[in-house]
């Protein structure tokens, strides 16, 4: 016998959508933007891997240069600001995750119209990352001053364009799929970062 009924209502009573995102207009200042930018440029830039078990730089799904801003005196101001957008993102979309911190440094990321910049459709979850709950992408570059790179999400059938302004801040589940188009002239730069939980089993 199997009986579900009490379970599924327990489910359905919720409201909550994981395939959607949080969005803030305007995150930080410019001045707060200005001092993370130069904290991504003193980072030692290199070509962005997929997959975390090796080196693995495949660009055809992967075409961007990454830095690691570490967690120290001078950036922690940025943790504690994104902290505080991800919990309250959390609580604001019914998320409920079990926030527990940063597992990983934050990803200081160039993509360059110079050689169509960008990432194909990917989540942020799999071997040796699946304690990652939430993905949030700060963006750092006026959209004016490249072309294409535009951040996208999948529900499906469905494809959400994220707005391109500068200093928003999107936050969405890191198990939801998600590319960056190429950018096809200038250069587009941004923040990434990820909060942790428990291990999906």
């Not at 959607?20 to 207009?25: A, C, P, S």
């Not at 001078?74 to 600001?81: L, S």
């Amino acid at each position: 016998m199997f009986y579900s009924d009490p379970f599924i209502n327990h489910y359905k009573s919720k409201n909550v959508d994981h395939y959607n995102y949080y969005f803030y207009e305007n995150a930080f200042t410019d001045e707060e933007l200005g001092y993370i930018m130069e904290w991504g440029e003193a980072t030692d830039l290199q070509p962005g891997e997929i997959g975390t078990a090796d080196d693995n730089v495949v660009t055809e799904i992967r075409q961007s240069e990454v830095g690691w801003i570490e967690f120290q005196e001078g950036t922690q101001w940025i943790y504690d600001r994104l902290a505080y957008y991800a919990i309250e993102a959390n609580e604001e979309m019914n998320w409920n995750f079990n926030l527990m911190g940063f597992g990983d440094e934050m990803q200081y990321t160039k993509y360059y119209g110079t050689n169509k910049g960008h990432y194909s459709w990917h989540g942020d979850i799999g071997p040796m990352v699946s304690h990652r709950k939430l993905s949030m992408v700060l963006q750092l570059t006026d959209p004016e001053e490249y072309d294409g790179g535009d951040l996208e999400i999948s529900i499906g059938s469905i494809t959400l364009k994220v707005p391109r302004k500068k200093n928003s801040l999107t936050i969405f589940p890191s198990f939801v799929l998600h590319r960056v188009l190429p950018v096809t002239s200038g250069e587009r730069r941004s923040l990434v970062s990820w909060i942790s939980g428990q291990n999906y089993m």
